[in-house]
């Protein structure tokens, strides 16, 4: 088994989040690694771009990244990891994950897993390309359906 040094665990704030947490802090704990936990904001732009028009002052991203920094304090807070390492980063997940494991030198990534198939797997998801992408081990965590 590898001795992981540094897990990053990126965090949605699903329902699910608590579950694949729990699942990077024994991998943590049997690897007393350090543990670092991501949450990415994605572009809002992206979303609505053509569909609805948004003021250009309106700052969402900014507003919805200032957000995420509290709930991940709490997140770390309310499962006795408040000495973990938090960042929030505002992109696309699977690009942000993986840029971010490799600034921060992972050596393991912790992601949650739907368990696609079909057409839904073919049009992507996070974990997929996280799982394709990365240069580090990745453990996808089975959550939903």
């Not at 329902?15 to 990415?40: D, F, S, W």
């Not at 938090?86 to 739907?114: F, Q, T």
Request: with cysteine; charged share 20%; glycine share 6%.
């Amino acid at each position: 088994m590898a001795n992981y040094q540094n897990i990053l665990v990126a965090v949605d704030f699903s329902e699910e989040t608590g579950r694949v947490l729990k699942k990077a802090q024994e991998m943590a704990a049997l690897n007393q690694a350090t543990l670092h936990l991501l949450h990415v904001v994605e572009y809002t732009s992206a979303m609505y771009a053509g569909e609805i028009p948004l003021p250009e002052d309106l700052n969402l991203d900014q507003d919805l990244a200032e957000q995420a920094v509290v709930k991940l304090e709490k997140l770390a807070q309310a499962n006795g990891i408040s000495d973990a390492k938090r960042y929030v980063e505002i992109g696309i997940p699977k690009h942000e994950i993986i840029r971010k494991a490799e600034l921060c030198a992972a050596d393991l990534i912790v992601v949650g897993s739907h368990g696609r198939h079909g057409l839904q797997l073919l049009l992507g998801s996070t974990a997929n390309g996280v799982l394709h992408q990365a240069k580090c081990d990745v453990l996808a965590v089975r959550v939903g359906s």
